[in-house]
């Protein structure tokens, strides 16, 4: 069972995207995990860009982004859908990368992949004019 992301395409600097994430193949309850967005960049390392806590224990998710995209992108989730999302405004050139999405049984470390796994399909994004 792994994680499909959706959403990406080409898109001007200063413009939005909102990428969607959700299980194939049915299997697990998103609520139980913590879930992340990643990107990578032709020729560059993988980098986690945000991370939702779960929600399993109750009360409203934790949210945490790296410093390049904070006031920008917005990190949410409907557990009823199964599914994470990713706003993505104010576009940049070097937000352009492949993004994906994946499960973690918490954010900690997440900035370097830290536990997270089921890592599936990437969406594309590119930024250009």
């Known amino acids: 069972v792994q994680l499909q992301a959706s959403g990406g395409g080409l898109v001007q600097p200063g413009g939005s995207l909102r990428l969607s994430c959700t299980t194939s193949?049915?299997?697990?309850?998103?609520?139980?995990?913590?879930l992340g967005w990643f990107r990578q960049a032709p020729g560059k390392e993988r980098e986690g860009v945000s991370c939702i806590s779960s929600t399993i224990s109750g009360g409203e998710s934790n949210t945490y982004y790296i410093d390049s995209v904070k006031g920008r992108f917005t990190i949410s989730r409907n557990n009823g859908l199964n599914t994470v999302y990713l706003q993505m405004n104010s576009l940049k050139p070097e937000d352009a990368a492949v993004y994906y999405c994946?499960?973690?049984?918490?954010?900690?470390?997440?900035?370097?992949?830290?536990?997270?796994?089921?890592w599936g399909r990437g969406t594309l994004v590119t930024v250009s004019s």
């Open positions: 193949g049915g299997g697990f309850i998103l609520d139980y995990f913590a």
């Open positions: 994946a499960r973690g049984p918490y954010c900690a470390g997440y900035v370097h992949g830290g536990e997270f796994g089921s």
